[in-house]
């Protein structure tokens, strides 16, 4: 078998370093990007009530993922500066210690949400009954199989830390091609399937989930000798609990900040939800559409993650600055593009995914506010990684909480100056372009103190 590369961090170019970790990742934010636009693109042809269902019980999913990435954060910074000290036991056992984590959170968060739909769905106080069904039948299948996406999410991590973020674009690959297959199938009912709509969206979600993690588990098994720390690790075994804490220490900030994001955003949601089922879903496609941005910005701070980590662990903490510096600038880069492309043609963009006028009109002004804060919001995203790679997640979860948390008040009032709907998007436009500022002299201080 053909021995898989894993990238030493500490050494070599930093750009050509960097380069060869975040392109596979960032190619696997686009598939993430297009696996999304592709759900929208066929639920859109249900109608903005089936996108809002989507959307409502959407938000769940991503209230999850708060959960797991304390796991998944935990145990990628400690596996990382493991690899850049050399010590590939202690790294198996983080790794370990890690995988634990996720599955009991997987199961935990599953049958919560099981047993607690109704209610779930009630926060956001739907007025129509059809757009709550929806949102009832998405969320008990996406989020009662969610251990799938879970183990998805920190295997990837554990994957990056070592250095290897071919084998999760490869996993990921093969989701997006499944997912693109299934959805039509499903929702509209081709061939000999049943017509199942929203139903159908959640299972061919949750399948393609189910095939990446089985790509990954697969990659793990067929690895050779001393390749994939994860072949090493003993799941099933109890470790001191001095790992727990060590990951919760680094992942629970993270975590916090996640769930507090998330819970921010469903407030925010539930404020547009007075606008109508179609402002719903034009934040829930929009949110979509703007992932090209965020997603991509989370894969290349994913990397940086990395590679901070692994040269903190050695301590070249001049590779740390210039690596950063550099990932700047292509964040900037890409931040600048995303944004021309919103603020200049958001009416093609809407048209793809609406065919009410009324829905599209929202969708036009939501691209044209959010579309501002791109390039912020890149920087932020990016920073954080940097300074979780250092372990500085307590100070990212602080300065983002505070921030993110400014978005309610901040459309609250501005709702009710005239703006209407356009007083929310610009909440979230201004507190990108703060964070941004902001996270960016916080690592100018931080890195000084290295």
């Not at 686009?30 to 929208?40: C, E, G, P, R, S």
């Not at 959307?55 to 708060?66: A, C, P």
Request: glycine share 10%.
């Amino acid at each position: 078998m053909r021995r898989k590369r894993q990238l030493d961090l500490t050494k070599g170019p930093i750009l050509r370093t960097l380069a060869e970790l975040a392109l596979p990742i960032m190619a696997s934010s686009f598939l993430a990007t297009a696996y999304n636009i592709t759900d929208m693109a066929w639920i859109g042809m249900l109608g903005s009530k089936a996108v809002a269902g989507v959307g409502v019980g959407g938000m769940y999913v991503w209230l999850s993922q708060g959960l797991v990435s304390l796991a998944r954060m935990g145990g990628q910074v400690h596996v990382a500066q493991c690899c850049g000290r050399n010590d590939r036991e202690q790294a198996a056992d983080y790794a370990a210690a890690a995988m634990q984590m996720t599955i009991g959170f997987g199961i935990l968060f599953a049958v919560v949400c099981l047993i607690f739909t109704d209610p779930l769905i009630h926060f956001f106080q739907l007025n129509d009954e059809q757009t709550f069904a929806y949102a009832r039948d998405y969320l008990r299948i996406t989020c009662g199989l969610i251990i799938f996406s879970y183990l998805n999410i920190t295997l990837t991590g554990l994957f990056t830390a070592q250095g290897d973020s071919a084998t999760p674009f490869k996993a990921n690959l093969l989701g997006l091609v499944a997912n693109m297959i299934f959805d039509p199938i499903l929702i509209l009912g081709i061939g000999p399937a049943p017509r199942m709509g929203v139903t159908g969206a959640a299972i061919a979600t949750v399948t393609a989930q189910f095939l990446v993690m089985t790509v990954m588990l697969i990659s793990i098994v067929r690895s050779g000798e001393n390749q994939n720390i994860l072949k090493e690790i003993r799941i099933f075994e109890k470790l001191p609990r001095s790992y727990y804490r060590s990951i919760c220490s680094i992942g629970g900030p993270t975590a916090l900040q996640g769930t507090l994001y998330c819970m921010i955003s469903m407030v925010l949601t539930r404020m547009v939800s007075s606008f109508g089922a179609g402002a719903v879903a034009t934040q829930r496609v929009g949110g979509q559409i703007e992932s090209i941005s965020w997603n991509t910005a989370d894969g290349f701070a994913s990397a940086l993650n990395a590679f901070v980590g692994q040269n903190y662990g050695a301590k070249k903490t001049d590779r740390i600055q210039k690596g950063y510096h550099l990932s700047l600038k292509v964040m900037i880069f890409w931040g600048a593009l995303v944004m021309a492309v919103f603020v200049l043609f958001p009416r093609p963009m809407a048209e793809l995914f609406f065919y009410e006028e009324e829905v599209i009109e929202t969708a036009v002004g939501y691209l044209t506010v959010i579309g501002i804060g791109e390039g912020f919001m890149c920087v932020e995203i990016m920073t954080i990684g940097a300074l979780s790679g250092l372990g500085k997640t307590k100070i990212c979860s602080i300065i983002s909480i505070l921030l993110t948390g400014a978005r309610i008040p901040l459309a609250f009032v501005l709702t009710h100056t005239g703006l209407g709907i356009l007083g929310v998007w610009w909440a979230l436009t201004i507190s990108s372009i703060v964070k941004g500022i902001v996270f960016y002299f916080t690592f100018k201080k931080v890195s000084r103190e290295l």
